[in-house]
């Protein structure tokens, strides 16, 4: 699996974008860029994935550069209950089995006032 | 559906006791994974079944370490005999399909062992 980089830490204020930046330029043609977040306490929770294209759902948009050797997690309007730390995983899907997650150390987003 | 349910949620034992985890997956999921979370080794993957069949335990530590899979709704991951250096939050996650890497996850067990 294609290794991901992750600023340490974020900070952002609250009703602002977040931009959350990931590189993974080693990621082969197969792999999908895939972000989790954890909040204190609670188990890691699934945000987006994406290979190629431009993603969003009701929790974020995933933007991936053309050559797909980095992307960025937005969240457009982060609240205090964003505050968490957001994991980047590259990862290719395994044909016919699920297949496991590598989590790296994330970045540790605050969300402040 | 009440998602991922683990059991308990917070766990103190003494060095040397046998510790049981247990774990509940979303019906009909057939993948389950276990995780370890500490501060010096973050998130790691301890084994994962798929259809009830153990895939990959190359995260498991040790032979004190063991995990089943009896049915598709009931996971177990056990420690005898416990250490300290056991202390972890403990983390079940489900994945729907084959081939999706979505993984959804309890709320963790803390463990203490003191």
């Known amino acids: 699996d294609a290794k991901t980089t992750q600023p340490t830490s974020m900070d952002c204020a609250e009703g602002r974008a977040a931009n959350l930046p990931c590189n993974h330029s080693?990621?082969?043609?197969?792999?999908?860029v895939y972000w989790y977040r954890q909040i204190h306490s609670q188990g890691p929770q699934y945000i987006i994935h994406?290979?190629?294209n431009n993603e969003t759902n009701e929790m974020a948009s995933l933007i991936i550069t053309e050559d797909r050797k980095s992307s960025t997690l937005i969240l457009p309007h982060a609240t205090l209950r964003d505050t968490a730390v957001y994991y980047c995983?590259?990862?290719?899907?395994?044909?016919?089995?699920?297949?496991?997650?590598?989590f790296g150390t994330g970045t540790r987003l605050q969300v402040t006032l | 559906d009440a998602g991922v349910i683990q059991s308990p949620r917070h766990e103190v034992t003494e060095m040397g006791q046998e510790v049981t985890l247990r774990c509940k997956p979303i019906?009909?999921?057939?993948?389950l994974f276990w995780y370890r979370q500490t501060m010096m080794r973050g998130l790691e993957l301890l084994i994962y079944?798929?259809?009830?069949?153990?895939?990959?335990d190359s995260g498991m530590p040790e032979d004190r370490f063991s995990a089943k899979m009896p049915n598709a709704s009931f996971s177990t991951l056990k420690i005898q005999p416990s250490e300290p250096r056991d202390s972890a939050v403990y983390f079940c996650?489900?994945?729907?399909?084959?081939?999706?890497?979505?993984?959804?996850f309890g709320a963790g067990t803390r463990l203490s062992v003191l």
């Open positions: 019906s009909g999921h057939n993948s």
């Open positions: 995983i590259v990862r290719a899907p395994t044909a016919g089995t699920a297949s496991k997650l590598t």
């Open positions: 994406g290979l190629k």
């Open positions: 080693t990621i082969s043609g197969n792999e999908y």
């Open positions: 079944f798929n259809n009830n069949v153990p895939i990959d």
């Open positions: 996650a489900s994945s729907p399909r084959q081939g999706a890497d979505i993984q959804y």
